[in-house]
């Protein structure tokens, strides 16, 4: 029910997004709890959107580079790592996007799949557009295509 609404969520509704974030929370804890990492890991990148919804970009900065660190998979810690660049190119830190992307690049590479590797790369790509390093952004997007 918190994901239905957060997606169709406006940022004028606070008190609810608010409801919502605890909600997540509550469900992340409890599938935690009984194993789902997962699935509890999906409930806090939940967390992280509503945050955004409501500019909190700070603290969904801190949410999502916790969630990165404590990532269950290759998987999850991609989909932590695209976030983590997208808040902060929200906070107009691009230097410090393409470095996150830089970095998660360098430590996940060999622990994932191919899918996880064309992922990185498309992370990468986006940050280095963000940066306006075109030539390079449209050789990570090979790369990306090619795994």
Not at 51 to 63: G, P, Q
Not at 90 to 117: F, I, P, S, Y
């Amino acid at each position: 029910a918190a994901k239905f609404y957060l997606s169709r969520a406006a940022p004028r509704e606070k008190d609810t997004i608010r409801e919502a974030i605890q909600v997540a929370q509550e469900v992340s804890s409890a599938l935690k709890s009984s194993g789902e990492v997962e699935e509890a890991f999906d409930a806090m990148l939940l967390v992280v959107g509503a945050k955004m919804t409501l500019n909190e970009t700070d603290e969904a900065l801190k949410v999502v580079v916790e969630l990165k660190s404590s990532a269950p998979s290759a998987k999850c810690a991609l989909q932590a790592l695209r976030r983590e660049v997208a808040v902060n190119l929200e906070l107009g830190e691009v230097d410090k996007a393409l470095e996150v992307a830089r970095a998660g690049q360098a430590e996940l590479e060999q622990k994932g799949d191919a899918e996880v590797v064309a992922g990185l790369w498309s992370v990468l790509a986006d940050a280095l557009h963000a940066k306006g390093e075109e030539a390079e952004a449209t050789e990570a997007r090979i790369k990306a295509a090619a795994n």
